[in-house]
């Protein structure tokens, strides 16, 4: 038996002994969920959480002295499989995990991997992104949220407002851009580290037609910050901040449709244009809902493929670089394609939202976000053209 194979026994054995089985097939509590769970439910995620962590498999590939789990790419590869058998939804989740945690593994010094890492695994520190500003979305490098040192040399005082920040009311922690040097744009941003109970800081929870609040404002007036909390040296946080957005689109371009939660997924479409518009020999009777199908379902083929190949060729454990945007690109249309496909499939009984379910509709709709956060369509067109591609534009 191979090395591989026999890991995966193992970890299959492991799985069986470790996961309660009331967890099988139910999604991961979403941050913003409003009726807590019962409390046999939330004694079983604990227990899970804390198995996972003993064995560093919540950050199944970062080094064991940070309280990862020191698993090569292809071991990672196993586990996620063997959990998605078990329909097992991940222990943990968040921007620790997918943003800064692999950001500081690449810019941060030993002392911050050391104080930050290990409470990522732990799903102690829960943070949130603070790029975005009224004026500073696709022109990320234009924000102006100020950051000055002060006297003693050890703190900055910062001020200014973000925008669109995803669970800023749920976080302990955020990674945020700030101006260190105003006569310049890009050289002038550092990348720093900040406590969200830190006194000055002022969260204001977006509120949705929806009625939902997936983000907030964040205001910062006085905040005060310690200067070994700068990742990567200061004005040298665009640099960081391009490293955290690959990985932030690497996390967007990996996994294909189906794992948005309520999305029509696998032979989930065909079923439905058969009921549709019915059924002719064991086929979709209606060729041009054939065609579309066929075509999407290629495309989604062909892209899985394309990952696949890029997950073989791409370095173990090295950051992804600007080629991980057109697989942002990708994804992110190709997941539109999809639910606006089931949506049209479905007609007017398509429209039906459940308040208390993650629907097709609800998922035609966030879909609609995703080519908009982690940077917008058009700016990964552009990133290509200039990064990959090399075209001469300015
Ligand atoms: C669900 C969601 C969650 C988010 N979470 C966070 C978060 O946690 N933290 C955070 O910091 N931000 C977050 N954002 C913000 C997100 O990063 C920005 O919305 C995004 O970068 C676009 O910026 P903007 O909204 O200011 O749009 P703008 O920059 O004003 O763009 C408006 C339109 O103009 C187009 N455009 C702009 N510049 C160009 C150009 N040069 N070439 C071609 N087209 C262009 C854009 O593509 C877009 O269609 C989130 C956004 C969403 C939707």
Redesign the pocket.
């Known amino acids: 038996m191979g090395e591989l194979e026999s890991f995966r026994n193992e970890v299959r054995d492991w799985l069986k002994a470790s996961v309660p089985e009331s967890l099988y097939g139910r999604p991961l509590t979403m941050m913003a969920r409003e009726e807590p769970e019962a409390a046999d439910l939330q004694a079983d995620r604990k227990r899970y959480l804390e198995r996972m962590v003993e064995r560093g498999y919540t950050a199944p590939t970062w080094p064991k002295q940070y309280g990862g789990g020191g698993l090569t790419p292809p071991q990672a590869k196993v586990l996620q499989e063997e959990l998605g058998r078990l329909r097992v939804p991940p222990a943990l989740m968040g ?1 620790g995990l997918t943003m800064i945690g692999p950001t500081l593994l690449v810019h941060g010094n030993d002392e911050q991997k050391e104080k930050y890492l290990p409470k990522i695994v732990t799903g102690e520190h829960r943070w ?13 490098a234009s924000l102006r949220t100020s950051a000055k040192l002060d006297d003693s040399g050890e703190r900055y005082v910062i001020n200014g407002q ?7 009311q749920y976080s302990n922690w955020i990674f945020m851009l700030v101006r260190t040097d105003e006569t310049t744009k890009h050289q002038g941003i550092t990348f720093i580290l900040l406590p969200m109970d830190t006194p000055g800081i002022e969260v204001k929870p977006i509120r949705l037609i929806s009625g939902n609040s ?2 907030c404002e964040v205001f910062f007036t006085d905040v005060v910050a310690d200067v070994k909390d700068v990742v990567g040296g200061v004005n040298q946080g665009w640099t960081v901040a391009k490293t955290l957005l690959n990985f932030e689109r690497s996390g967007m371009g990996g996994g294909g449709p189906q794992r948005r939660p309520g999305a029509t997924t696998g032979g989930g479409l065909v079923a439905l244009a058969k009921e549709a518009v019915g059924e002719r020999d064991g086929r979709i009777a209606d060729t041009r809902t054939r065609d579309r199908l066929a075509s999407l379902q290629l495309d989604e083929l062909a892209y899985s493929l394309t990952l696949k190949r890029s997950a073989q060729t791409r370095k173990a454990g090295g950051a992804p670089g600007p080629e991980i945007s057109m697989f942002k690109l990708y994804q992110s249309e190709l997941g539109q394609r999809r639910d606006e496909l089931a949506m049209a499939l479905r007609g007017t009984d398509g429209l039906a939202v459940d308040e208390n379910e993650v629907g097709p509709a609800r998922a035609w709709l ?1 879909a609609k ?1 995703t080519t ?8 990964q ?2 990133i290509i053209a200039k990064r990959v591609l090399k075209l001469p534009i300015n």
């Open positions: 921007m949130c992104q603070g790029f975005s500003e009224p004026n500073a979305g696709s022109d990320l973000k925008i669109w920040t995803s669970g800023a997936p983000f966030s976000a908009i956060y982690g940077g917008s369509s058009e700016i067109r552009n």
